[in-house]
């Protein structure tokens, strides 16, 4: 009978199915893959939550000998200014993931259409860019002088804003998952270009704009050089610089702590750096890690379009 029906079997098991004990196996594999990857996260938390004095005793550990908040009370310590900078970077990373996912929606859509005219010199201008850049003096002297991007919220997010990687990617997830007699369609019922791509091409591409979404959230959340750039006024500074910053001066008082009173140099000497640069890794990871939830639906999604074809 599954002869009959199709259906070949090699020593008892379907072929194309895959038997319990490999897919328990499998499961492990994963599993063990899955923790590798989440492992050095861990590790971080840890020497966080360690001693400095366990650190210099017994280095890195997963199981140090004392325990300490210390390296969060440092953090902490910086009082409104560590709020301030944290407010800086959602607002810049919402607002410039919002801006550069319209900008590629927008530059893409012209890319994918076929009966476009000049996609050709679109695609080559976006692409050139990707392999030439004009280095960072020209790029410093054009943002600062040219378009005031200096000391502004506006320096955090407009040279950020265009991607040319994310325009062929957002193109090609339009080829594969928008077919054109849709457009066709809509344009017979009178449809313009704008509620074209607004009302029917965004709404059945979520999967790829949620991809290019996390990427740009991404980007923006991790800058900090823009900062050191343009920058100036401290309440205008990200959390990322402002930690990086933080760092430095506490590592700088730590080496020069023999310079200045035995009783101010005691008390440097016992500030934590390996455990406060720790700290500062999860404080700046954690805010991040829980966009993925929101974003992995659509991603799994994207990801098995064009998997099947009929």
Request: some cysteine; glycine content about 6%.
């Amino acid at each position: 009978m599954e002869r009959l029906a199709g259906k070949r079997t090699w020593g008892g098991t379907r072929l194309g199915a895959v038997s319990v004990p490999t897919e328990i196996i499998l499961h492990i594999l994963v599993g063990l893959f899955a923790f590798i990857c989440i492992l050095p996260f861990i590790f971080t938390v840890i020497i966080s939550f360690s001693s400095e004095a366990s650190i210099r005793e017994v280095g890195y550990s997963f199981i140090p000998i004392e325990w300490s908040l210390k390296a969060y009370d440092t953090v902490f310590d910086l009082g409104l200014q560590l709020y301030r900078s944290f407010f800086n970077s959602v607002f810049v990373s919402v607002a410039g993931t919002a801006f550069s996912v319209l900008i590629c929606i927008l530059y893409s859509y012209v890319l994918y259409r076929r009966d476009y005219k000049y996609k050709k010199f679109f695609m080559f201008f976006s692409f050139f860019t990707m392999l030439f850049g004009g280095g960072l003096a020209p790029t410093y002297m054009v943002c600062k002088n040219l378009l005031g991007l200096n000391n502004n919220y506006a320096a955090l997010i407009v040279p950020l804003l265009v991607s040319p990687f994310n325009f062929i990617v957002m193109r090609t997830f339009f080829r594969n998952a928008v077919p054109e007699a849709l457009i066709e369609s809509a344009s017979i019922d009178g449809s313009g270009e704008y509620r074209t791509l607004f009302q029917i091409i965004v709404p059945i591409s979520l999967p790829g704009i949620a991809t290019i979404a996390l990427l740009n959230m991404l980007a923006y959340w991790n800058e900090w050089f823009l900062s050191l750039l343009y920058i100036r006024d401290n309440e205008l500074i990200p959390l990322q610089y402002m930690l990086m910053r933080t760092q430095q001066q506490v590592e700088f008082m730590v080496n020069n702590s023999g310079k200045i009173g035995p009783e101010l140099s005691e008390a440097i000497r016992n500030l934590p750096t390996d455990s406060f640069r720790m700290a500062l890794v999860v404080i700046i990871v954690v805010p991040i890690a829980f966009a993925y939830p929101f974003f992995q639906r659509y991603i799994i999604s994207g990801l098995t379009i064009g998997a099947v074809k009929e």
